[in-house]
């Protein structure tokens, strides 16, 4: 006795597919990236021993503005605050699309 298997439209794909079709793929994209970037520029500002009172001041802002900056959660943040705050550390912003 042969049983047919109901093939799920799901298996085979992989999960950008998924997010593709759930309509989500741009907002988690974005969450990603913002999250790697959180990692980055407080991995560098532990490295150099900056807290986040002296990168505001470094950056001519706020605390609430690095506090945003550093929160892997929200997506945003501008590019130029990306860019004053690398400036801030001594490093700088590389931007690029990918295929």
Same mark, same amino acid.
């Given at each position: 006795?042969?049983? @047919?298997? @109901?093939?799920?439209?799901?298996?085979?794909?992989?999960?950008?597919?998924?997010? /593709? *079709?759930?309509?989500?793929?741009?907002?988690?994209?974005?969450?990603?990236?913002?999250?790697?970037?959180?990692?980055?520029?407080?991995?560098?500002? *532990?490295?150099?021993?900056?807290?986040?009172?002296?990168?505001?001041?470094?950056? @001519?802002?706020?605390?609430?503005?690095? =506090?945003?900056?550093? *929160? *892997?959660?929200?997506?945003?943040?501008?590019?130029?605050?990306?860019? =004053?705050?690398?400036?801030?550390?001594?490093?700088?912003? /590389?931007?690029?699309?990918?295929?």
């Amino acid at each position: 006795m042969t049983t @047919k298997r @109901k093939t799920h439209p799901r298996i085979g794909s992989n999960f950008e597919d998924f997010l /593709r *079709d759930e309509g989500r793929l741009e907002e988690a994209t974005a969450v990603a990236i913002k999250r790697v970037l959180a990692w980055e520029i407080q991995r560098a500002m *532990d490295s150099a021993g900056v807290s986040q009172a002296e990168m505001a001041r470094r950056m @001519k802002t706020s605390r609430a503005v690095v =506090r945003r900056l550093l *929160d *892997d959660s929200d997506p945003s943040v501008t590019l130029a605050t990306i860019s =004053r705050a690398a400036l801030a550390l001594g490093k700088q912003v /590389r931007l690029k699309l990918a295929a």
